[in-house]
C-alpha cells in the first residue's frame, strides 16, 4: 500500500499497522446505539472513552444508516453533530471523521475541526464531490448498492468483488480528476450496505483484492446483522463475532476497522500485527 498515514486536517493517521476507527452515533434510531449517545454530554463523554480506549480517529454521525432508516434533514443532522464536533475538535488527541454524505455538513464539520470525510455514498450526492474537494481532507469512498431505504431488498450482483471494485475503482478515478489526489483516498467495500448474507462473506473472504487499487481499505462489520445471523445474537452481544470479522479482514490487509467495541478491537488487532512483523521478519527461526 502506497498510503502509510493520512493527513486528516494536520492530524496524522499513521496506517502502518491497522488501527480502529470508534463509531459515536448522535441518532434517536441506529441499530446497535440509537438514542445512547444522543446528548451533546454523552456523546462527549463517550467519544473521551473511545479514545481511552486506543482509538485512532472517531466517527461521529448524525444520520442513521441502518437498513429502511428514514432521511434526516440538513439542520436536524447539524444540529445533532455540530455541537459534538465543534466541542471535541480542540480537545481530542486523535482526529474526528464526519459520517455523512450532505455538502453542508461537510462544510460546517471540516469548519469545525473535523480531519476526514465518511460518505457510504462515495460523495455522489449533489454537491458532495465540490465540497468534499474545497475542504481539503481525506475520503472514505464506501460502496453501496440502493440508498439505505432499499438496500436490503434482494441486491444482485454479476460478481459481489468484481463490481464493487469497479464501482470503487470508478469513485476514485472521479475524486482524483476532481482534485482529491490518491493519498488522501480510502476506500471500503459496504458491508452490509445492499449485500445478502453471501455477498457479504465472499466480500470478506476475498478482501486481499481490494488491496489492487493501492488505497487503505476500510470496513465496518462491528455488529452488524451479518454478524448476528451467523452467531444469533442481538446488536449488543456480537462483540466475540465481530472480533472474528475484523482479525479476518486484518490479516487480509484492511488498514481501518470501525466498530462500537474499541478496547476489544485494539488488542485483537494489536496480536494480528504482533503475528504479521514476526513473520516479515523471519522470528522464530
Ligand atoms: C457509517 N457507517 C456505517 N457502517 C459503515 C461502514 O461499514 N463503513 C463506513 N465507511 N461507514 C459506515
Known amino acids: 500500500m502506497a ?34 449517545f444522543l446528548s451533546p454530554d454523552s456523546a462527549l463523554s463517550r467519544a473521551r472513552e473511545l479514545v481511552a480506549e486506543g482509538a485512532a480517529i472517531i466517527d461521529i454521525g ?31 488527541s486523535v482526529p474526528i471523521s464526519v459520517d455523512t454524505t450532505k455538502p453542508e455538513v461537510i462544510r460546517a464539520a471540516a469548519a469545525a ?25 481525506p475520503v472514505c469512498l464506501m460502496h453501496m448498492r440502493g440508498t439505505p431505504r432499499n438496500m436490503q431488498l434482494d441486491p444482485q450482483y454479476d460478481d459481489v468483488v468484481e463490481d464493487v471494485l469497479g464501482f470503487l475503482h470508478e469513485r476514485v478515478a472521479t475524486c482524483t480528476q476532481a482534485g482529491i489526489p490518491a493519498e488522501r483516498i480510502v476506500i471500503d467495500p459496504g458491508f452490509g450496505f445492499g449485500k445478502s448474507m453471501t455477498h457479504n462473506a465472499t466480500l470478506l473472504a476475498r478482501l486481499d483484492a481490494f488491496n489492487a487499487l493501492d488505497l487503505p481499505v476500510l470496513i ?5 446483522s451479518f454478524i448476528g445471523q451467523i452467531v444469533d445474537r442481538p446488536p449488543k452481544e456480537r462483540v466475540a463475532g465481530s472480533l472474528a470479522a475484523a482479525v479476518l479482514a486484518a490479516q ?34
Do not use: W
Open 3 to 36: 498510503v502509510t498515514s493520512l493527513d486528516c486536517g494536520g492530524r496524522p493517521l499513521d496506517l502502518t499497522s491497522p488501527v480502529v476507527m470508534g463509531v459515536l452515533n448522535v441518532t434517536p434510531d441506529s441499530f446497535s446505539d440509537g438514542g445512547d
Open 62 to 92: 448524525g444520520e442513521s444508516t441502518r437498513p429502511g432508516a428514514a432521511d434526516v434533514s440538513v439542520d436536524d443532522e447539524l444540529a445533532r453533530v455540530m455541537p459534538v464536533i465543534e466541542a471535541l475538535a480542540g480537545e481530542l
Open 113 to 137: 475541526g473535523a480531519g476526514l470525510i465518511n460518505d457510504v455514498m462515495a460523495l455522489q450526492r449533489p454537491g458532495a464531490l465540490d465540497a468534499a474537494v474545497e475542504t481539503g481532507l
Open 220 to 224: 465496518g462489520l462491528s455488529r452488524k
Open 252 to 285: 487480509a490487509g484492511a488498514r481501518i476497522v470501525r466498530t462500537h467495541d474499541v478496547a476489544a478491537t485494539v488488542d485483537a488487532l494489536t496480536v494480528v500485527d504482533y503475528v504479521r512483523r514476526a513473520g516479515a521478519a523471519g522470528r522464530g527461526q
